[in-house]
């Protein structure tokens, strides 16, 4: 192997960067020294910084960066096949450039979060800014349980080591009891975790649990959605005096008759993705990336005609949450609903009239609903709300407990089937 010093990259003062390069079987691997000298002060054969003031101590630090060079080199594994990152890595820590990772609990979670911008998803593209954003949930969420265990015991700390099933239990009641979390949210929080100690294992750090284990059951949310009759009355209301929620309606009758997230809504409007030759919108979802083309309801013709099909300009998801319960009130979508809920481990009954219930996911839940109530095989419907399981899929139905029981007297009204089995 050999070390030798190169200038390279001059900078506006005339002055050059002095640039190592290590040669070994073939390769070639650089590291800047972060020294800079005039051509008239280097001397090439020598490689050394001619005689000037510094001069000393800049070749001597020279001297020893080629050392640390060395010493990488000699160490390497049997078989080991360095790499310019591994090589920068070791220089930028015998150089004091960078300092050693800190490889404690927070200190891993801590640098995973700071790179989780780049994390890709399975689709190959960046991860968004939610499922960015929820990872530091996650780890404030660790941080608030380690202080809570400090109440009782001054010396805790949440470890690599005590991150078992029993100390994830205790993680799982704070989260119910201090946090008032729901089912589904713990669930979410759970697969985060194990995310976290499965990217650990994989970067050689000791993980003695097995993290797979480390699981919290979610609930079926109970939600509403809207009848047919019930689109219907909101596609007749008169709203003509007034544009903001004219324009709210429209945009809520698009999702329901598309059954496309608020996200892709947004999209179709700003690319205008309909073709009026085909009457079809096609679009990629944003969440899936997968190709769709959605046939144009005939309500949907006649609201895109009324606005000559300029689509109404998107608005931020919280002002159309806000904004659509009062075009549901108007529309007189006020029968009280009964769910439940679980909080703080407790299940929770709450009465509340329909159109405060009412989101911009109320009307994709209603176009699956709807579809599937009309007898569409689920498969045809998945295709178009871009599910990928059946499972995720019936999450999305609602049908009300008054229907289903329309549906048993209709079973119960249906002539008997002979099933005796026929005679020899």
Known sequence: MKVNFYLKNKTTDGRYSV???A???YHRYRYSTNIKVLPREWDMKRQIIKAKVTASVLNEKLNQIANYATDYFENLSLGETPTQQSFKYHMDLATGKKQPDDNSFFGFINRFCLTANKRMNPQGEFI?????????YVRDALVDFEKHKRQTNNHFSLTFTNIDLAMMEEFKVYLADVRHLAPNTISRYFQCVRLFLTSARKQNISVPADETQFKSKGEKVENVVLSSEEMDTLFHLDLSNCKRLERVRDMFLIGCYTGLRYSDICTIIRKNCINREKMLITVHQQKTGGLVAIPLHPNLIEILERRNYELPSPISAGSFNKYIKEVAMLAGLNEPVELKRHRGGKRVLTTSPKYKLISCHTARRSFAT???MRGVPPELIMIFTGHCSREAFYHYICISPEHKADLLREAW???????SPPSR
């Open 370 to 372: 709807d579809l599937y």
């Open 19 to 21: 640039v190592l390069i």
């Open 413 to 419: 009204n249906r002539p008997l089937v002979n099933l």
């Open 128 to 136: 968004s800014y939610k499922t960015f954003k929820k990872y530091g």
């Open 23 to 25: 040669n070994l079987n």
